[in-house]
Structure formats: structure tokens, C-alpha cells
């Protein structure tokens, strides 16, 4: 069974820098393209930053240059740098996974809970 802990949200200030992470467990054997997505009261989630087996990563265009998606293959852990953040960037961060290629597209078969993340002016 496949599990997905996020962890390392909070609250920060404009300006501020947070690392997200994601601890994966449960499908080893196999290397899958990962993701990090959020949702904000009232909207549609949306994807943030993918990673692939390769090391390859996409962004969305409203965080690129702000925020860094990396991965301990030996920790099998994802992160997610996110400095200067705004208050746009508040939202509930989540971690994804699956063995598609589905780059910022929210279709991951497996989620994490969630962590929130809060930026204030």
C-alpha cells in the first residue's frame, strides 16, 4: 500500500521560505514521476512542480523561479523549496505519486493528507 506523509507547512510572513516534505513508502521496486499540488478555499487544486524517475522537472508558470522540486531516491523523500513566498501561495500543499507521467495534471492515483501552508502580508 502506497503512503504519501507530508509535513513542514506553516505559517510565514511575504518574503518568507518554507521546505515542504514527503515521505513515500509502499512501492519500491519501481520509480514513478511525482508531484506537488495545492488547493485553496473555493478553487480547483492545481499543480505546482513535478519530478520524473529521470530527475526532469516541470513548473507551474506562477511559482517558477520561487520554488525548487527535489527528491531522495535513498530517503524516498520529495521536497519542495518554496522561497519568497506570497500570499497567493497560501493553500493546502499535497504530494503525489503514480507510475504515469502526469506532470501537473491533478490524475495521480496516490495522494497524501495534505499540509497547509499560510503566507501573510
Known amino acids: 500500500q502506497v503512503q504519501l506523509v507530508e509535513s513542514g507547512g506553516g505559517s510565514v510572513q511575504s518574503g518568507g521560505s518554507l521546505r515542504l516534505s514527503c515521505a513515500a513508502s509502499?512501492?519500491?521496486?519501481?520509480?514513478?514521476?511525482m508531484g506537488w499540488f495545492r488547493q485553496a478555499p473555493g478553487k480547483e487544486r492545481e499543480g505546482v512542480a513535478a519530478i520524473e524517475s529521470d530527475g526532469s522537472t516541470n513548473y507551474a508558470d506562477s511559482v517558477g523561479g520561487r520554488f525548487t522540486i527535489s527528491q531522495d531516491n535513498a530517503k524516498n523523500t520529495l521536497y519542495l523549496q518554496m522561497n519568497s513566498l506570497k500570499p497567493e501561495d497560501t493553500a493546502m500543499y499535497y504530494c503525489?505519486?503514480?507510475?504515469?507521467?502526469?506532470?501537473?495534471?491533478?490524475?495521480?492515483?496516490?495522494w497524501g493528507q495534505g499540509t497547509q501552508v499560510t503566507v501573510s502580508s
Open positions: 503525489a505519486a503514480d507510475r504515469v507521467k502526469w506532470l501537473l495534471l491533478p490524475n495521480y492515483k496516490y
Open positions: 509502499g512501492y519500491t521496486g519501481y520509480r514513478t514521476s
